[in-house]
């Protein structure tokens, strides 16, 4: 039995009052168990949860968590039969894990408080590979994921270059770019991606505004001027807008949940889920 986030906090508590997953489970967790499961998923956040499986669906929750740079990340949280003496282990898309600080007193929220931090220390990490993506011939992986540290770029047509970028002992340079770097290293000048000149690199219109450019207004702060930033995660969709646009026309539609400083609803075009923080312009 699978719980999905627009299931209701009673029909989490009827999956979980029902019978077991799988035949044949003799053992069963106390009630207050699932009591004190509900109230740590309160703290965190109902609107958050993705899905949850197992023992009457909380034995394995997946948490919706939006990093400093809107992007999307799954964590996945697998409470043991002792818990909340031993510690939850922890299934993300990310380069390496963070070391969990656990304690008999920890909760769901300080697992999710850690690796809010901890998608805090990728952040440059993972705008190094977005740049790598962007302006390298790279010819595999073709769609990376977050937890993708290697890439194999194309120094010509014939000759190729595998490069692992190790998240963990990652330190950038404040003085030039990583392929800079790395093209200084190889003594050789690294093409771009085909038929893209990074001089004048074609931006996309926005999705609600239809517009490359959002207007140059002070009140828009640092997004003033900015080019499109969100992208659906849809890759049938992958529609482009302003974070702007979308957390504006996400505020205007009554089915939107808020969640702290982050708003979470449909994609205006194919109506899969979006998040987009709420940052003071």
């Known amino acids: 039995m699978a719980l999905h986030a627009t ?3 009673d029909s989490v508590r009827a999956a979980a009052e029902g019978e077991p997953e799988w035949a044949g489970d003799a053992s069963r967790r106390p009630a207050a168990f699932y009591s004190a499961v509900f109230a740590q998923i309160e703290e965190v956040g109902w609107e958050r949860l993705v899905s949850g ?6 034995s394995c929750l997946v948490f919706r968590i939006l990093d400093d740079q809107g992007r999307n990340h799954l964590l996945e949280i697998t409470l043991p039969m002792n818990y909340p003496s031993s510690p939850p282990c922890l299934v993300a898309d990310v380069p390496y894990l963070p070391e969990l600080q656990w304690s008999k007193g920890s909760r769901l929220k300080d697992v999710v408080c850690q690796f809010q931090e901890h998608l805090k220390i990728l952040q440059d990490y993972w705008s190094i590979m977005d740049d790598i993506d962007k302006v390298l011939w790279v010819v595999d992986p073709t769609k990376p994921t977050f937890a993708m540290s290697h890439r194999r770029i194309a120094l010509d047509s014939q000759y190729f270059k595998h490069i ?3 998240g963990q002992f990652f330190s950038g340079s404040a003085d030039k770019k990583f392929h800079e770097n790395l093209s200084t290293v190889l003594d050789f000048a690294l093409p771009p991606p085909p038929s ?3 001089e004048d690199d074609e ?3 926005c999705g609600i505004c239809y517009a490359k450019h959002l207007p140059i207004d002070d009140e828009l702060g640092t997004h003033s001027g900015g080019t499109t ?3 659906c995660e849809n890759p049938s969709c992958s529609r482009a807008f302003h974070s702007v646009c979308l957390r504006d026309w996400l505020r205007a539609i009554t089915t939107t949940r808020q969640s702290f400083d982050v ?3 449909n994609c205006p075009y194919c109506s899969d889920p979006v998040a987009v923080k709420i940052t003071d312009r």
């Open 7 to 9: 299931s209701s906090r």
């Open 53 to 58: 499986k197992g023992d009457g669906g909380v």
């Open 164 to 166: 692992i970028v190790d």
């Open 196 to 198: 893209v000149n990074i």
């Open 203 to 205: 931006q996309v219109d």
């Open 229 to 231: 930033d969100y992208t």
């Open 263 to 265: 708003l979470f609803g």
